[in-house]
């Protein structure tokens, strides 16, 4: 562990804190197009503390991505962006990352630097033209030292730490000679090259099969372990959510309309939205040729969206003149538990969930 120097020494002090390392406050993302503003980030706030895993769960489209892309200053170039989005330090004030200009010398200190990323499918992510070793060594070369020799020997420790084999043989090899898996194992090792105190993992095992994607996810998680960061990890597989993550937010249509505890969440859930999500996922002991259970319609896309409910128009237990009327506000609903519903008592009561809950393995 000599290697990873003195910052995962002050990572795994501040994970004893309970200062969270990333707060999100209020975030709202405006896409304007011909046909009117997509509204797809609204009032998002969440906090992450230091060696803790916040899981970000929901449909394709619902805001995940670009909430994470604002962390790191890389939505679209169009899209308006307000709220707060706080870095912590110990030794100095909270920076605000959205304040900072395109330019900032220290938005280029924070992205790949304070804060990685891992992207869903790394042959989108590399550069085709310019080897593994090339691609790590910038990394290594821009946030950790200077020196070529140096840099080429931590970049050798970082791939042989993520599992790769031959690791020196691989800096000299180009993305498309790796397989699937060991992409992905490279593409975890530029992200933690920096040593970042915050990894964001962007639906990173959705490619892969399912052996490799446990190897993945255990690598992740022991690389955590070692290192003390937060991760922030993006996914719409609640069986991966519930194996990676502490703490989950359920977002619908660019909000959180649910967050608490991942044992509490699964066993308890308090939306309709979350509730459908589970019931949706397969479970052994389900009879031959018995359907899947899904929630009926589609998620509307957030263009010009109405002051109301966006789970609305699919769900079963909604109130006209109110929901239709009013978004409701995620409030306290228990302890570490917060839902944005007006019916979540109903909800709980009408699933029994109050005698046990669900499981999702």
């Known amino acids: 562990m000599d290697e990873l120097g003195d910052r995962t020494m002050d990572m795994t002090d501040s994970a004893s804190t309970n200062q969270p390392l990333l707060e999100v406050k209020d975030l709202r993302v405006v896409l304007p197009l011909l046909e009117g503003n997509l509204v797809a980030a609204d009032g998002v706030s969440f906090a992450i503390r230091p060696g803790r895993t916040l899981g970000l769960v929901g449909e394709s489209g619902c805001g995940k991505t670009i909430t994470a892309q604002s962390i790191l200053k890389i939505a679209p170039r169009k899209a308006r962006t307000d709220g707060r989005i706080l870095l912590h330090y110990a030794d100095r004030p909270a920076t605000d990352i959205i304040g900072l200009g395109a330019d900032d010398p220290e938005l280029l200190k924070i992205r790949g630097g304070e804060c ?3 992207f869903q499918e790394p042959m989108t992510s590399f550069s085709p033209v310019h080897t593994i070793g090339n691609q790590l060594m910038e990394t290594i070369l821009l946030h950790r030292t200077r020196h070529r020799r140096e840099a080429h020997d931590l970049a050798v420790a970082m791939l042989a730490k993520v599992g790769i ?16 898996g060991m992409r992905q194992r490279a593409m975890i090792a530029m992200a933690l090259a920096s040593q970042p105190r915050l990894l964001i993992a962007d639906e990173p095992t959705t490619a892969l099969d399912v052996t490799v994607q446990a190897q993945v996810l255990r690598l992740m998680k022991d690389l955590q372990h070692d ?5 922030l990890y993006i996914s719409h597989d ?8 502490d703490e989950v937010a359920v977002m619908y249509m660019g909000s959180i ?8 969440l699964l066993r308890t859930p308090m939306h309709p939205y979350t509730r459908g999500l589970m019931a949706s996922v397969p479970r052994i002991g389900k009879k031959s040729g018995e359907p899947l259970q899904s929630i009926k319609g589609n998620v ?4 010009n969206k109405p002051r109301a409910c966006g789970f609305f128009p699919r769900c079963p ?9 009013v978004v409701p506000p995620l409030t306290p609903v228990a302890a570490g538990h917060s839902a944005a519903c007006f019916r979540y008592s109903e909800v709980v009561a009408a699933a029994g969930l109050d005698q046990g809950g669900a499981n999702v393995h």
């Open 116 to 118: 990685a990323m891992i």
């Open 165 to 180: 084999p031959a690791p020196a043989e691989t800096l000299k090899k180009y993305p498309h000679h790796l397989s699937g």
């Open 227 to 231: 290192l003390g960061m937060a991760i």
């Open 238 to 245: 609640l069986g991966v959510i519930a194996r990676m993550a």
């Open 257 to 264: 309309v649910e967050q608490a505890a991942v044992r509490d």
């Open 300 to 303: 509307p896309v957030p263009i």
């Open 317 to 325: 237990v909604a109130i006209e003149g109110v929901c239709d009327r």
